[in-house]
């Protein structure tokens, strides 16, 4: 099974920041697995919830993110393939710090294969993408491949793992056209 997945925090530090929505969706960008979650380590979180719209008052009621640490473990497990937008450094660093194992070897990032695939030349390689290629975000890709969003918008978690599932159909349609 070839999974997506996604999620919206309180911020960008996995020591002190929480996980707030984790979207999980199967190669088909059928939902799997879609929940928010109660924050243990902060209360408010502004600058956050201007980007992804999870404000305290609609997850002060949920079970924290630990009540359902088996099953997404259990998801992780079964799964063949790991497929994420930017989720080396970033989600894979908030699950493992919330008790989540990631088989790295399983692990396909999409970001840097659709910069090396969309090819613009990385002009500051001296910053913190240190690759030859220029990184682009989500929305980016999606639309390069005529992604519709529907309903759903960058920065909510089940919209961008279907976003990025679609974007991994994409690369490995082109990739298998090439190479056939």
Do not use: C
């Not at 088909?28 to 008052?57: D, S």
């Amino acid at each position: 099974m070839i999974i997506s997945y996604d999620m919206e925090t309180t911020g960008l530090s996995r020591e002190n920041d929480d996980i707030l929505q984790l979207s999980i969706v199967d190669k088909q960008g059928n939902e799997l697995f879609n929940q928010m979650f109660n924050p243990t380590k902060k209360t408010e979180w502004p600058e956050a919830a201007a980007v992804n719209g999870i404000t305290p008052e609609k997850v002060r009621n949920l079970p924290a993110f630990s009540a359902y640490q088996a099953e997404i473990q259990r998801i992780f497990d079964e799964a063949s393939l790991l497929v994420g937008y930017n989720q080396r450094s970033f989600d894979d660093e908030f699950l493992v710090a919330n008790g989540i194992s990631i088989d790295s070897s399983k692990s396909v990032d999409v970001m840097f294969k659709f910069s090396e695939f969309y090819g613009e030349t990385n002009t500051h390689p001296e910053g913190f993408n240190k690759t030859p290629y220029k990184w682009k975000k989500l929305g980016q890709a999606a639309d390069f491949f005529g992604y519709d969003w529907g309903d759903g918008h960058a920065h909510d978690s089940l919209a961008d793992a279907k976003a990025t599932m679609f974007v991994y159909r994409n690369l490995t349609e082109v990739a298998d056209y090439l190479n056939g």
